[in-house]
């Protein structure tokens, strides 16, 4: 059974910093890629980065402009996402993602299991 456990939310004051874990439990996956999602109250899930199995394709969205950087420890079965500069506007619950194709996709419907959230707000 596969299971995601994001960590590492908070309250933080604009310009500060964050990183965020997510835990893996993965049973017989391998080749796997994950991503970063975000949702803020009254808006619609956002892609926020995405990494492949050997960190060979990593991509952000257009947003992160540099501040943000995704990274994974596949021996420890886990993937950071280090968030430098925060503005008030990163405010949001901030999911992890699996895709067990490895296809590092922009979408959620490209994902196909989810971690439960962590809340991250930015205050100014």
């Known amino acids: 059974q596969v299971q995601l456990v994001e960590s590492g939310g908070g309250l933080v004051q604009a310009g500060g910093s964050l990183r965020l874990s997510c835990a893996v439990s993965v049973g017989t996956l391998s080749m796997y890629a994950m991503g970063w999602f975000r949702q803020a109250p009254g808006k619609e899930r956002e892609f926020v980065a995405g990494?492949?199995?050997?960190?060979?394709?990593?991509y952000y969205a257009d947003f992160v402009k540099g501040r943000f950087t995704i990274s994974r420890d596949n021996a420890k079965t886990t993937v950071y996402l280090q968030m430098n500069s925060l503005e008030p506007e990163d405010t949001a619950v901030y999911y992890c993602a699996l895709d067990r194709f490895g296809n590092t996709g922009r979408a959620p419907d490209d994902y196909d299991y989810w971690g439960q959230g962590t809340q991250v707000t930015v205050s100014s």
């Open positions: 990494i492949s199995w050997r960190a060979g394709r990593i």
